[in-house]
């Protein structure tokens, strides 16, 4: 579904991307994992061109996209859904509205289409009934539900999912994970997914990629990842402060 080739992204003269190589597989579920300011939000955000790279490749179906006209990315992005870090939802607006914002933008959907599809997804997400409510009456839990129910709406073959589980306890953080599980294995849509929580991130993936030092220096099955005998993935899955990961 999506391969990057060589990639290269600086600020500056902070090189953060040094080269990466990686293929996300359809259908399933890659997990990037790596130590906080390694990189792997500023990765996420090339695959649908939300940043530029200064050099290499973004193949998305075998296109290109560095190299599309604005209209050409449009429509690679519709078939993008994000749920960033925050869930970033709109407080002036309700969750049901923050949900059928996409619809209401992109699509030429009726209202009572509209209004089916948002409430479906908000009852796939467990949200169900709470379409009234605004973003600040829900917990940090909820948010990210709504978030998710808005990344979904569009029926995207592609959800990039930005540390999903930040600032949520042990046991929302499960949930959000089995969440995203489940909702991958019904909708089957293509899961790339930037976390550091080890090791819930190992049940809901079906790859797991490490960044470090500006490059990818594994990618293998979740299951083979764990016995990896690459010391960089033994360091960063034992905590260690010493080793070849260069922490920040």
Partial sequence: MIRVVDLHKSFGTQRVLRGVNLEFVTGKTTTIVGTSG?????LLKHLNLLL????????????????????ELYEIRSRFGVLFQGAALLDSMTIFDNVAFPLREKTRLNETEIQKKVDDRLEQVGLEGMGYKFPAELSGGMRKRAGLARALVTDPQIVLFDEPTTGLDPI???????????T?????????????????VFDISDYVAILANGVIEEIKPSNEF????????????RGDTEGPIQVL
């Fill in 38 to 42: 390694c990189g792997k939000t500023v």
């Fill in 52 to 71: 530029t790279p200064d050099r290499g490749e973004i193949l998305v179906d075998g296109t290109d996209i560095t190299k599309l006209k604005q209209k």
């Fill in 172 to 182: 929302l953080a499960a949930s959000i994970h089995q969440l995203i599980a489940r």
């Fill in 184 to 200: 991958q294995r019904t909708f089957g849509f293509t899961a790339v997914v930037v976390s550091h929580t080890i090791p819930q």
């Fill in 226 to 237: 764990q016995a990896s005998k690459n010391p960089i993935v033994q360091q960063f899955i």
